[in-house]
Structure formats: C-alpha cells, structure tokens
C-alpha cells in the first residue's frame, strides 16, 4: 500500500494550488481519506476528510470556504484543491487513508511542501 501526494510548491499570498494523492497497492473505495499539515514547530493538523460512505467531507475552521477535498475513486486519487492562500497554509501537506471501512488514518503519503509568501 503507498500514498504518493504531489502537486506542491510556492505560490504567493491569494493564489492557488491543487494537491494530489495516487493510491496503489489496493483498492480504496472504501477508504476515508483526508489531508493533514504540519508546520515547523507546529502539531500536525487535520485540514480535510472525505469519508467513502456518502462522500461527506470536514474541513478545519481556518481553510473553510478555501479549500475542497475530492476523490476519484476509480482512479484510487484524492485532491486538495487550495485557493485564496495565506502564508499561514504555509507545511508540508500530506495525504492518508484509513484501512478498508476503517475509521483510523493508518495509511500515510510522503508529505508535499507549500510555501506561501506574503
């Protein structure tokens, strides 16, 4: 099973970017999937989720309305897609999954750095 998120980089202050995370290894129909972040000297944060079931999705109150999570689940990948950024969406982004019908991420991706400059 491995994760590979893509699609960082630096961008300035009101732009935008698209993350996004190839699955292999399974399936992940079945999964939940979701983004965290980590800034230097900062706890990990859960930014977006997107469960299987249904395709509901949670957002962290500081990238609602700016962010939006998606899924391909044919093609076992998941998006992030990022608008109006701040300096402070400033980490290393990475991707995870849950195991099939699981509720705990167990399953993690290498993490894409975004720089956001002011």
């Known amino acids: 099973v491995q994760l590979q998120a893509f699609g960082g980089g630096l961008v300035q202050a009101g732009g935008s970017l698209r993350l996004s995370c190839a699955a292999s290894?399974?399936?992940?129909?079945?999964?939940?999937m979701a983004w965290f972040r980590q800034a230097p000297g900062k706890e990990r944060e859960d930014v977006a989720a997107?469960?299987?079931?249904?395709?509901?999705?949670f957002y962290a109150d500081s990238v609602k309305g700016r962010f939006t999570i998606s899924r391909d689940s044919a093609k076992n990948t998941v998006h992030l897609q990022m608008n109006s950024l701040k300096p402070e969406d400033t980490a290393v982004y990475y991707c995870?999954?849950?195991?099939?019908?699981?509720?705990?991420?167990?399953?993690w991706g290498q993490g894409t750095l975004v720089t956001v400059s002011s």
């Open positions: 995870a999954a849950t195991a099939p019908y699981g509720t705990s991420f167990d399953y």
């Open positions: 290894g399974r399936t992940f129909s079945t999964s939940n």
């Open positions: 997107i469960w299987w079931r249904g395709g509901s999705t």
